[in-house]
């Protein structure tokens, strides 16, 4: 019908109906051109503001664990002769200080230890940015056998009894600390999560020993 009518028009009356044809096309077009640049540029603020909820919530989950501890200027990354005993740390475990650099002996070997190992040894793998956990009482098998779960399910962790905790359990990286009373697994794990391999570390990519 259309084309029919179009047929019976004159030259002059052709041009103007096609020309309005025309500009109402491309007001349509461009309208649905608006429409989609909305609707995609809306689909994009939602994704990132959901992406940023999600790294708030995160990171209101996981800042602020555990106990900021001072880093000596000085002796913070002092290397001392293997048998010297380290002093002037600034926590219990300490988080940073004098450490031994000798194979075997610092860094350990990222494993659980059935006993005690030497405070200046794991001090050189929180340097490197590893985890350090230790548990009070030795003859708590079920709390060893936890925190030997957590130790196995990550890398550059070391676990081992402490007897001079003045905790139950304690979680060191380089200049933090967190201790707990009774085991939480979520707690620890976001510790790890949070300071292992930290910038905050002299040496956050350096390995374990051997």
Partial sequence: MENENLAQMSKKDKKEYLKALKQKQG?????VRILISLLIGGAILAAVGGLYLLSGQKQSNTKDIGSSI????KSGRQHIDLGIKGSGYT????????HYNAAGFGP????AYDNEVADEGAIHNLEHGGIWITYKDKSNLELKSQLEDIGKNNTKIVVSPRALNDSNIAVAAWSRLLKLETFDKNQIEDFIKLY???PVAPEPLAGCGT
């Fill in 70 to 73: 001072t880093v000596d200027p």
């Fill in 27 to 31: 007001i349509g077009s461009q309208k």
């Fill in 91 to 98: 926590s219990n475990p300490p988080t940073s200080g004098p």
């Fill in 108 to 111: 350990l070997e990222c494993k």
């Fill in 196 to 198: 292992k391999n930290s």
